[in-house]
């Protein structure tokens, strides 16, 4: 009876290692993820790993980083080496995508915002954000221009107070903002760091028009680009208005729908503003994009 009970589990055990639910490093059902300066999601957002076989998404398996970068599960327990295993042989996968998944998601579809991507290569994909599964650009050509002023009052002593991204060169103002159209899932987000608060200037998808908001500006109406006066509804430990000489202007892409009010860790642009900085003349921002998260997958 023993001996037959034996023979039996080793049967079955070498069935269910055949079905690829049990993963090795050598069978090509084990999926290991790197991250560099991948940010921790909050809110209940989380990530989401994909690889693309014969042209179908299958999950990796939903995941977060925590504040020192390491991959943990949605309980917050550190995965082991960064290792996932998968219910099939994953060989024939031609690509792998990284999406930011909203609150409440328990459906084993892709969301929208696609993070990191990249294509295999001898079981190898290196993750990047010029993928075409991704965000289509590496940002390398992007670049701003910005004028400190207070267009949406009447207030002339207050023109450090507000920030916005045009350039006034060639005599009428032109669009500041020298970036790529943002596929589903994404928006810029505009940002003036005063004394080491961030503080948004709005959501916007078009360098040529408003953003999505004028939460601190005046009565006037401001100029039809992304930008922001600094004047009323002052966040909490800030009084408006503020003179922004010194601080930093900031170009973020952000997850939409967010997982936080603070800056996204994606920032193509980056910018101290001058101490000496005087109302209506252009500033330019420093291209940010080698700050960019970077990633690796390898199936084992």
Known sequence: MKIRLLITLIALSGFVASCGILGSDDDNST?????????????????EGWVIVDGNALTTGKFNVDNSGSITDLEG????????????????????????????????????????AGDFSDGESTLNFAHSASLGND???ASGTYILAT??????????????FLDPSSGSPQAGLDLPTLPA????????????????????????AADASATFSGMNA???????????????????PIDLAGGTAVI???????DSPAPFALKPLVGQI??????????????NASSFPTGTAIIK
């Open 31 to 47: 999926l290991q993820l790197s991250f560099s300066g991948l940010e921790p999601l909050q809110n209940g957002f989380h990530y």
């Open 77 to 116: 327990n550190i995965i082991s080496k960064g290792k996932f295993e998968q219910s099939s042989d994953i060989s024939g996968a031609t690509a792998f995508v990284l999406t930011i998944e909203p609150t409440g998601d328990t459906d084993d579809i892709p969301a929208p915002t696609h993070h990191l």
């Open 252 to 258: 973020s892409i952000e997850p939409y729908p967010d």
């Open 139 to 141: 940002f390398t050509n």
């Open 185 to 208: 899932g994404w928006m810029y987000e505009g940002w003036a760091v005063y004394n080491g608060t961030p503080i948004s200037t709005g959501v916007f998808s078009s360098v040529n």
């Open 151 to 164: 267009p949406t009052d009447d207030d002339a002593n207050n023109e450090n107070s507000g920030i916005w």
């Open 274 to 287: 001058p101490a000496t900085a005087t109302d209506h003349t252009p500033y330019t921002i420093a291209n």
């Open 222 to 240: 401001g100029p039809p680009f992304p930008g922001e006066d600094f004047l009323t509804n002052a966040p909490s430990g800030l009084s408006f």
